[in-house]
Each structure stands twice: as C-alpha cells, then as structure tokens.
C-alpha cells in the first residue's frame, strides 16, 4: 500500500491567483458591512481595556455604542497619532497604559527605529503576529511565490517589526526560510550561491547595495537562483519605478513591495499589476484625511492615511496618524476591491526621507542641530544617490562668532550626536556663514539632488 | 464547498475544542487547542464571518 503524496495545498488552492478571492475580490458593500461590524468591536475592546481610549472617547463625550455607521467611526473617535503612544511609553515604560492585554498575552516585541526621536514600544499578542504575518502572504501569493519557495532573509533582525512579519509570513505561506542575519554584504552574496534560495527580503537599496558588490567581486547575480525580490522598509519598485527597473535587472527577477506601517500592519500588499498596493481590509480600515482640514478626501484625490488595525490587539490604534500621503482608488483591473494606493506612499506629512533604510525626519536633525553650540539656524539637508543608496548631507553655517578652526570639531560633534539619536551616519559639512540661501517665507531646507525616477512622486 | 457550510463546519470544530479545553489538564494540551482554536477564529474571521476581535472573548459562551 502507498501513501498518498505529501502536499502543502491542494491543487485547486495552488491554481487560485488569490491568497483569498472571496475577501481580496468581496464587493464593497460586503466589505463595508464587515468593516463597521469590526470597528464597533474594536471601540467597545479598546474602550474596556485600555485606559488610553476610555480616556479619548470621555474626553469627546463618546461612547462605544455612539458608533453606528463608519462615518460615525471617522468623525467622531479622535486621530491619535504616534507621539501621544512614546509619551505615554516614556511615563510608564515599556507600554504606558496604551497595553489592552495582561502582559503575559504579550508574545513578541518590536521596536520603531527611533527616528524621531525616541523608538515607539510596539507589543503583538499572538494572534497580532498571526494576522500581521498574514498580510505579507496576500503579496507574496499576488507576485507569484508559493511555498516551494525558499526565501533569504538578508537582514539583521534586531528589533524591527518589518522583517520579523516577512519572517511570519513566510512561514504561514510554508516556504522554507533562510536567515542571513549577522552576515555582511559578500557573505549574503556567497550564502545565496550556496543556499540557493529563490526570494529575497530585503530593503530596496539594500537589494541593489548585494548586487553592486556582487559585481564588485565578479558575480552576475541576475543569474542567481533568486526569482522573487520582496522588499517594505523605504520606497521601493512600486513608488520608484526607476528602482524596480534596477533591481528587476540586477537580479534577474520580479520585484515586489508592501507598504508597512511597524506599529500597524504589513497594511497594503504590493498589487500584482506593479503600479501599486492594496490595503489589506481584512486587518486594516483606512480612509484618506486632508492634513490641514481633518475631513475626508475624495477618492482619486491625495490624503493622509488614516487606518485602524485589526492586528494591534496588544495595543490598539484606532483612527492612527500615518503621516503618508497616498492617492487612493476604490477600483483596480487586477480585479481586487481592496483600495489600492497608486504608487504606494507619495510623500509624507513630515518631510521624512529615508536613508538607508532608516527614516531620518528633518525635525529630528533639526532637533540635534539646535543644540550644538555654534550651529546656526542656516543649515540645509542634500539629499543624494550613489551607488544604489540615499544619503543625506547636512550643510550648516556656524555661527559668524566661530573661528573657521574650530568649523570640522563642530561639524564631527553634529555627526556623532546625529548616529547616537538616529542610527544612521550623516555626513555633516561646515560652510562659510552667509553662503546658504536666505528665504523670506517658510525656509527650504531638504535639497533633493536624487534622480527623479529614484523619488517618491510627490517629491519629485 | 459553499462559504457558509465551510464556516458552519469551522464553528462546529471550535466547539469540539472547547469541549476538549474544558477538560483538558496538561498545559501543552491546553496550548496546542487554543492555538488551535486562534487558528479556527481566524479561519472565520477571513471568511467574513461574525467573530469577535480575539478568540478569548468568545470563550465565555463557548467553553
């Protein structure tokens, strides 16, 4: 007697083009309807368990109950944004009285990078980490992936939520996982000759970062064994399409991306069409708010994002503040009813830029810049490209009191104050005071020197 | 297989796991069913069934 075939899916599952066809293509009136049902359920959970929202809501004189249609939802539960979770974070760490759960419920936690200023504390239960991972498959299934797949993780893992999802996503998929973390840029290199995986997790610029060395040392990795690149972290192929171009080449394979928010969700899975992502509406609901007014935009129209995660249990982000700008479509030919945002991320609210893989936001280098003795108030951020990665330069007048001696021990004080609160090396320049552009209204401050193609379209 | 005969048979595994929760006195059993379980609310919760936000909350009416 013979056993039968062993198998991950089904053949009529491992035939679908849809991780899920019935939700990914559910008309929205379905989705809407579901939608309003989870909201509810999320005011009356996060009014009852956290003392964050039951204080918001009593401060609006609102009750979960007042919520009755998603209107109701986007009107009247205020926007809540990151800074309000790190100061509440700060007063009484890790979480402040942000957690819904009994820390023991706590399975695993992550960090932000800390760009703004101080990392937000990010804890998922174990069915956040479940559903968070879930949302990378959607992509991974639209770009092609399945689990005979072998992925590469060429990331060092540390805290950061966007590899840690990638990682329980693929595992949810079933593919077989590889981690590179702790290598350097030749041993990502040799492991994927050896190892031969065939879908690669990384940050974009990280991605062309391997494949310049590679040629460095001789090595075509377009011929590789890779098929799939998968990247989230900074703007990757489907806001940039001149990068997906570069790394479709370097690579010899199809480049992917989701758009993720650390705190959130993987939130919106990169669309099979390459032009843009769709929000996962099975984990997130999201609407569009114009930043100045606070009312809703229309669809087509460009807007803040605005979303409620059905992951955060451990810590729920209702109406949350991202702080991304995007042009939202409720329709797509690739036939999902998920809004997508064309071009994923347009620009954001905050003027962020991302070097190497690492949001740097202007407030935060201005923040360090204002405290250095002998800094002026003129200085500019360079933003360049070279060699597969942003960078930034910082540019700053010292004040006129400074001997030009005493210019180059500033300008290394700014860079190592700059790496201790960000993460990311800058290269700060001192230049003769009164050589900066002077303006008479709000002062230009990030100089974009990137090519076009390689900006964020608002940007550009 | 129809989605609400799929979610009917999902529902009907919960309660069979409730049933073997209630009883169950080994903590890795225990553990193995509610992951279970988390997996089966969530099979539902993406069938666009009614379901609450976590798999505890329901556990009053169904353990």
Redesign the interface.
């Known amino acids: 007697m013979t056993s039968p075939p062993l198998a991950t899916l089904s053949p009529e599952s491992a035939g679908s083009p849809f991780w899920?066809k019935?939700?990914e293509t559910?008309p929205r009136e379905?989705l809407d309807a579901?939608h309003l049902?989870?909201v509810q359920?999320?005011c009356h959970?996060a009014y009852e368990h956290t003392r964050f929202y039951r204080r918001k809501f009593d401060a609006a004189g609102l009750r979960p109950s007042d919520i009755r249609t998603l209107e109701d939802f986007k009107r009247k539960v205020p926007v809540t944004d990151k800074s309000e979770f790190i100061h509440l974070q700060q007063e009484r760490p890790p979480y402040g009285d942000t957690l819904a759960l009994p820390m023991d419920f706590v399975a695993h936690h992550c960090e932000t990078s800390g760009t703004t200023g101080v990392p937000l504390a990010i804890p998922y239960?174990?069915?956040d980490s479940?559903?968070y991972g879930?949302s990378w498959v959607y992509g991974f299934w639209g770009l092609g992936i399945r689990p005979s797949d072998t992925f590469y993780f060429a990331f060092g893992w540390g805290n950061f939520a966007g590899f840690w999802s990638a990682y329980w996503g693929a595992r949810r998929l079933g593919c077989r996982v590889i981690s590179g973390g702790g290598l350097d840029t030749k041993g990502h290199i040799q492991a994927i000759q050896r190892m031969k995986p065939t879908v690669l997790i990384s940050t974009p610029t990280f991605a062309l970062r391997i494949a310049q060395v590679a040629r460095d040392m001789g090595v075509d990795l377009s011929q590789s064994s890779i098929k799939y690149t998968y990247h989230a972290g900074e703007p990757g192929p489907t806001a940039l399409p001149g990068m997906r171009e570069q790394i479709e080449k370097a690579w010899g394979a199809k480049a992917g991306e989701l758009l993720g928010i650390a705190e959130v969700d993987a939130i919106a899975p990169g669309c099979p069409l390459g032009d843009g992502v769709h929000v996962n509406e099975?984990n997130v609901f999201s609407w569009s708010m114009d930043p100045e007014s606070g009312g809703e935009v229309a669809d087509g129209e460009i807007g803040e994002n605005i979303v409620t995660g059905?992951a955060n249990?451990a810590q729920p982000l209702l109406n949350y503040r991202t702080h991304d700008l995007v042009r939202r479509r409720s329709a797509c030919s690739c036939a999902r009813t998920w809004a997508k945002f064309e071009g994923a991320v347009l620009g954001r609210t905050d003027f962020m830029v991302t070097v190497r893989g690492t949001n740097v936001y202007q407030t935060a280098v201005e923040n360090i810049l204002n405290q250095i003795e002998g800094v002026s108030m003129h200085y500019e951020l360079v933003l360049t490209h070279e060699n597969g990665n942003d960078g930034m330069t910082v540019r700053f007048e010292p004040e006129p009191s400074v001997t030009p001696e005493k210019w180059d021990a500033i300008a290394k004080d700014a860079g190592e104050r700059i790496h201790q609160a960000l993460h990311v090396r800058l290269n700060v320049v001192p230049v003769a005071p009164v050589t900066l552009p002077r303006f008479e209204l709000k002062t230009k401050r990030i100089i974009d020197q990137r090519p076009k193609e390689l900006r964020r379209a608002l940007d550009r | 297989m129809e989605t609400q005969d799929q979610a009917k048979l999902l529902r009907h595994a919960r309660e069979l796991i409730a049933q073997a929760l209630a009883g169950s006195e080994l903590p890795q059993i225990e553990a193995i069913l509610r992951n279970a379980d988390m997996e089966l609310h969530w099979a539902l919760w993406n069938l666009g069934e009614p379901v609450a936000l976590r798999p505890e909350l329901e556990y009053r009416t169904t353990r």
């Open positions: 899920n019935l939700t559910m379905k579901l049902q989870r359920a999320l959970y239960s174990m069915v479940v559903r879930e099975m059905y249990t």
